[in-house]
């Protein structure tokens, strides 16, 4: 009997013992890069596995006028703060251009206006944070397809890498700059518009003012606010941190569906 | 064990070992373990970035909240609450304030209970997502080979008999006198093992897996129904939480019962398989 609480003893002390060890060793663990690695190829079968489920055209859902949420969260930035912006935003982005380079066949830029004049789609989706909570919206704007259609892709092109206005995060290299970051599947769904209007008003600066992209399949931090130019590339392992967006590169996935 | 069934020349009370668990039963089972604790763990660490669960297709800030865990700043003193369909509770240590390197801090679960134990949701949702995933694929192990191979039906289903509200009743009295089965009845489960195990094998964790997916948007888009059967991307948030604290329940339940009802037999039951039964024999 008295080997038997003995053995009792060690197991219920090394159970306690190694979920002790577990909980402070997962810092560690979760810091080194060949247990990252592990962690993260997660995010490949997430992304093969819902891009297989939803084929190319699988809609967000779209909901009914009564559904918006009565107040829609301002996140991120609320008020780029550069003197740049602050000159736009004085002469109501009148003088604000969207650039469109890269491997695109015919560089150019928009007018605010010019976009305006372009066929526009309306839709009422919900945002989804990857903090949790919801809202609804109503968003409207230039379908992205139609507008990389006006500038031609070349064929190397392999994703839409959107620049933003907003710092969010003070750095001397431009490293805290907002920016995002598509593959061609989810640039040419339909849903996929740059909105330059929220709930029949022109976007306001909390969400973005005067241009933010929709990518409805996907978590808000994809939805890059205060766009400036959007580049077409083949690889966005050049840019900032190499991983596609200003949250990718601080440990968020590309891929955030889910 | 049946050779010796008709020999005279044993002596009785004798102990038999019977094979109780199958390899795959076992080895899911701990991988399980395994996959829960980090899935609870790192659901801990998710659900702080955001400490409010609503109903509904939407919620955020300033909607009306189911749940809330949070702090009041009370001069330098922040005091932790809990706040549940309307009812506030003071936590101030564990919950919505406690300590981190000494200080009180503000955050819903505390670092103890969250991976990784420092604040970090990117963090949080990788071990999140890669546990889901093994999850899934242990679960499917199991129900795959617990229907072919009959353990769902021949050892999970109670039969009707079993059900009867005498045996039901009997069964209960029986637990919270802690009588446990013994000899010919210990070899099968009783049926609130039964019941249990059923609820938490095809309620409890399919509930978890189909409310996580349903917070999807790109699962959302591609199975749009899921979301019609909750009610909400915020309903299934909610209740994937409150599932959650469901199977903690049970874990709770689950591992006393273990302790109580013959600990080392039980553990190396679901280790190597082998379960002791004691027999007081045929005049017994």
Redesign the interface.
Known sequence: MST?LT??RF?IGSTLGA?AL???G??IL?QNTDV?E??????Q??MKA?RA???RG????E?DEK?I?????VNGTSAPDSDEYTQLLENKFETWRLNVDGLVERPRDFSLSDLKNLPARTQIT?H?????????GKWTGVPLANLLQVVGLKPTARYVVLHCADELEQTLDGSGRYYESIDLIDAMHPQTILAYGMNDKDLSVGHGAPLRLRV????GYKQAKYIMRIELVDSFAGLWGGNGGF?ED????WYA?? | MNENASNDNIRYPRTVFIRRHSIITRFTHWLNVLCL??LL?SGLQ??N??P?L?WG???????PAFLTIGADDAGDKPQGFVRIAGLKFPTTGVLGVSSVDGEPTTRAFPE?LT????Q????G???H??F??LFVINGLLYLGFSLLSGHLRRDLAPKAEELSPRHLGQEVLDHARLRFPKGEKARRYNSLQKLTYLAVIVVLLPLMVLTGLT??????????VL?EIFGG??TA?TIHFVTASGLVLFVVVHVAMVILSG??NN?RSMITGRYAIREEGPNA
């Open positions: 038997f053995r009792r197991l979920s577990t909980l402070s997962c810092d979760g990252e592990v962690l993260r190829s997660a995010e079968l997430t819902q489920l939803q084929g699988a809609l967000a859902r909901f559904d949420s009565p107040s829609f969260r919900r989804d944070c990857v903090e949790g909570w919801s809202a609804i409805e399949r996907q978590l949250w601080r440990g968020y996935e569906g889910i | 604790s980090f763990l998710i659900f970035a955001h409010e609503y297709q939407y919620g955020a800030d300033g909607d103890w991976i990784p134990s420092f970090d949701l990117a963090v949702r990788r071990w997502f890669f889901a995933w917070m999807s948007p790109g699962v959302d888009a591609a199975v749009p979301v991307r915020q948030r600990t080392w553990i």
